[in-house]
């Protein structure tokens, strides 16, 4: 079974981070629904609406979080190798993803 791949711009990603970042029963594991499916699910159908794509349901916005998640996850890895290597601090690793600094909520 195939999945669609949907592509973003950088515009697209930063709004998609942005309305990620609003429904915080997603991502705050301290949110008081974080542990609702009911609320989950509701989130992920309100931020399809927001979003405004059409066939970016509530699967694909959960693949696309957790690609979004991944990569910057292994972004921050190379920085903090980057740091530990007793390299000065020129050469530390930056990363070149428009939307990396978005994502530090998490």
Same mark, same amino acid.
């Given at each position: 079974? !195939? *999945?669609?791949?949907?592509?973003? &711009?950088? #515009?697209?990603?930063?709004?998609?981070?942005? /309305?990620?970042?609003?429904?915080?029963?997603?991502?705050?594991?301290?949110?008081?629904?974080?542990?609702?499916?009911?609320?989950?699910?509701?989130?992920?159908?309100?931020? !399809? *609406?927001?979003?405004?794509?059409? &066939?970016? #349901?509530?699967?694909?916005?959960?693949?696309? /979080?957790?690609?979004?998640?991944?990569?910057?996850?292994?972004?921050?890895?190379?920085?903090?190798?980057?740091?530990?290597?007793?390299?000065?601090?020129?050469?530390?690793?930056?990363?070149?993803?428009?939307?990396?600094?978005?994502?530090?909520?998490?």
């Amino acid at each position: 079974m !195939s *999945q669609k791949v949907l592509k973003f &711009g950088s #515009g697209d990603l930063i709004k998609f981070i942005e /309305i990620y970042r609003s429904h915080e029963c997603l991502w705050d594991t301290e949110n008081v629904n974080y542990k609702n499916r009911d609320a989950r699910s509701a989130a992920l159908v309100a931020f !399809s *609406q927001e979003f405004g794509v059409d &066939g970016l #349901g509530p699967k694909e916005i959960t693949n696309k /979080i957790k690609n979004l998640r991944t990569q910057y996850h292994a972004e921050r890895k190379k920085i903090k190798d980057s740091m530990s290597t007793g390299s000065g601090t020129a050469d530390i690793y930056k990363s070149k993803l428009s939307w990396y600094n978005l994502m530090d909520f998490f």
